[in-house]
T-cell receptor, first 113, second 115 residues
Framework: AQSVAQPEDQVNVAEGNPLTVKCTYS??????LFWYVQYPNRGLQFLLKYITGDNLVKGSYGFEAEFNKSQTSFHLKKPSALVSDSALYFC???????????FGAGTTVTVRA | GAGVSQSPSNKVTEKGKDVELRCDPI?????LYWYRQSLGQGLEFLIY????????KSGLPSDRFSAERTGGSVSTLTIQRTQQEDSAVYLC?????????????FGEGSRLTVL
């Protein structure tokens, strides 16, 4: 079984400040990890993924995420948030032996000017 | 097309009626998923198609829900005798398949409202 937890329903930050969106996962084997963003009334857009190799992965729009196996975490980060980053963010996990992608409940990010 | 296309974008129906939601995946993508997104909730897996293999229907919430994929391309999700709790956004996604490292590409969804 695989599952994802996003412990914060909402994250509020000021523009220019660092942004972190937390994610922890549970899989029976080794994970493939993904982050998606959803803007209002739009579908989900892929941001980045961890498959193997370097634990720090970089993605679209200046976002990055760090895979931490010991803490089973894959937190999303951005050094300097923009108002346009305000959206709903989803973390997702897939067991390497599976095809099904399991999503967290999502975290609403609000960046205030 | 360039992306995953879903129709209708909005559907309002009366309780008890049947609805069909359509998904046209990215050309060449052999894997197709349906998810349901309810207000304030995450994405709930419904069904998965991969090529000509038997679909994984394990996420369908009841026997009122069914889906098919014709010719390995377009998929239709059918909800019979709709209930108010079926109101949600139904998202379709496709991926290259053949490997499970690939990301899913999502359509913009079909918003279903059951009155």
């Amino acid at each position: 079984a695989q599952s994802v937890a996003q412990p914060e329903d909402q994250v509020n930050v000021a523009e220019g400040n660092p942004l972190t969106v937390k994610c922890t996962y549970s899989v029976s084997g080794n994970p493939y990890l993904f982050w998606y963003v959803q803007y209002p009334n739009r579908g989900l857009q892929f941001l980045l993924k961890y498959i193997t190799g370097d634990n720090l992965v970089k993605g679209s729009y200046g976002f990055e995420a760090e895979f931490n196996k010991s803490q089973t975490s894959f937190h999303l980060k951005k050094p300097s948030a923009l108002v346009s980053d305000s959206a709903l963010y989803f973390c997702a996990v897939r067991d390497r032996g599976d095809y099904k992608l399991s999503f967290g409940a999502g975290t609403t990010v609000t960046v205030r000017a | 097309g360039a992306g995953v296309s879903q129709s209708p974008s909005n559907k309002v129906t009366e309780k008890g009626k049947d609805v069909e939601l359509r998904c046209d995946p990215i050309s060449g993508h052999t894997a197709l998923y349906w998810y349901r997104q309810s207000l304030g909730q995450g994405l709930e897996f419904l069904i998965y198609f991969q090529g000509n293999s038997a679909p994984d229907k394990s996420g369908l919430p009841s026997d009122r829900f069914s889906a098919e994929r014709t010719g390995g391309s377009v998929s239709t999700l059918t909800i019979q005798r709709t209930q108010q709790e079926d109101s949600a956004v139904y998202l379709c996604a496709s991926s290259l398949g053949g490997s499970n490292t690939g990301e899913l590409f999502f359509g913009e969804g079909s918003r279903l409202t059951v009155l």
